[in-house]
Structure formats: C-alpha cells, structure tokens
C-alpha cells in the first residue's frame, strides 16, 4: 500500500475531481527494469504517475458529509 498526496477539486455544477501524481519505483514491486538491444534501449527505475478521478454527482454527496 502507498500513501499518494492528492487535492479535491471544484469544477463548478457541483463537480469535483481528484488530481495527484506518484512517483515509484519499479523495484519497489520486484521488478527489474527492462533493458534491450544489448543495452541501448533502457527504462529507468523510477517512474511518475500522474491521475485524475472525475467523481460523479452520486458520490459527491457522500464525499461532503465525510
């Protein structure tokens, strides 16, 4: 499990969508990170995630209360 800092947006119309970013590394889930082409081609370790969430009316309720 991570933790993964994110913010709660107003879109306006009562919509709200959540936005963050994460950055892992690939070791982190025991993966090694691929090389090919005798080593010319190579993925680095540590990659950056990048989400946004549109939450729909039905949960936005929900999410207030909380």
């Given at each position: 499990?991570f933790?993964v ?12 969508v ?5 950055k ?7 993966l ?12 680095k370790n540590?990659l ?19």
């Amino acid at each position: 499990m991570f933790a993964v800092n994110c913010k709660i947006l107003e879109c306006g119309h009562g919509r709200k969508v959540i936005r963050g970013t994460k950055k892992i590394k690939l070791t982190d889930f025991k993966l090694e990170p691929p090389v090919k082409s005798f080593g010319l081609i190579k993925v680095k370790n540590e990659l950056n995630i990048n989400f946004e969430f549109n939450i729909p009316d039905n949960l936005n309720a929900k999410l207030t209360e909380n």
